[in-house]
């Protein structure tokens, strides 16, 4: 067993990116990007505009196929899987820009995600047990369109838990948060990893809070990825400082 297969055994990877390279046109938006993700493991993705990190979602996510390389989902290829296959099979994200249906309740809206998951009764609860756990009981009978970016936040994690994940993939979810809020994103995330078996990859750009969320930390540069290790590590490496231009980390 190599050294790497062995931490990887240790760390009972449940999704593994490997040499992922995307292409589009001219550009090179990912040039063999490889990560790996532990069972209930809370790992951040960081990088300036740009990097890559929304694209690496939508290829794990199926949004988007990859030019090369393989995503394997409990050791399984699931590479070029559409997204409602990949959603079934237990992998869930948020959107940057969240996307309810906005003249529909925050109720309906939940209901219509857990519909999309995996066909098994959610892990996490019912519909309005998961508007409960995220903080939107007394807004349930709302339209969507209705929430504040805050709230529409929240709806975009009760959907994606709807769907009974056992991978979640959050793109920026306490931007647009105050700063209480985001406190309970992270405390939020901790407990939902530990309770439901759930392993997370975290973009966010509120640095100082992602760094008390997460275990680990991959950066991204140019589609290339320039650390990784624990967060009080990679903040002071000096290819990530330089990455950001200075300082903008701390
Ligand atoms: N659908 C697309 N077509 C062409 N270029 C794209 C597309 N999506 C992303 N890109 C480019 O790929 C690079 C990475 O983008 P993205 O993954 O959104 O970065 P990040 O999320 O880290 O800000 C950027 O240069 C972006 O302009
Ligand atoms: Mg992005």
Aim: aromatic content about 4%.
């Amino acid at each position: 067993m190599t050294g790497v297969v062995a931490d990887n055994a240790q760390r009972d990877t449940v999704l593994d990116v490997s040499l992922v390279r995307k292409n589009f046109a001219g550009l090179v938006a990912l040039d063999g990007v490889s990560l790996q993700l532990g069972r209930k493991e809370i790992l951040g993705l960081i990088g300036p505009n740009g990097a890559g990190k929304s694209t690496l979602f939508n290829i794990i996510a199926g949004t988007l196929k990859p030019t090369s390389g393989t995503v394997t989902f409990r050791g399984r290829n699931i590479t070029g899987l559409p997204p409602n296959r990949v959603c079934r099979l237990g992998i869930a994200r948020t959107y940057q820009i969240p996307k309810p249906f906005l003249d529909m309740t925050v109720l309906e809206n939940v209901y219509i995600a857990e519909s999309f998951g995996s066909g098994r009764d959610s892990k996490v609860g019912t519909p309005a047990e998961i508007c409960d756990l995220v903080g939107l009981k007394d807004k349930m009978h709302l339209e969507a369109g209705m929430l504040n970016v805050s709230g529409k936040k929240r709806l975009e994690v009760a959907r994606a838990l709807a769907t009974s994940p056992d991978v979640l993939l959050l793109d920026e979810i306490a931007a647009g948060m105050s700063p209480t809020e985001g406190e309970w994103a992270v405390r939020f995330m901790e407990k939902m990893s530990q309770s439901y078996d759930l392993s997370i990859i975290w973009v966010e750009h509120v640095m100082r809070l992602l760094m008390k969320g997460v275990h680990r930390v991959v950066v991204l540069d140019h589609g290339v990825k320039i650390a990784e290790g624990r967060p009080e590590e990679v903040v002071n490496d000096e290819k990530v400082q330089q990455a950001y231009l200075g300082g903008k980390l701390s």
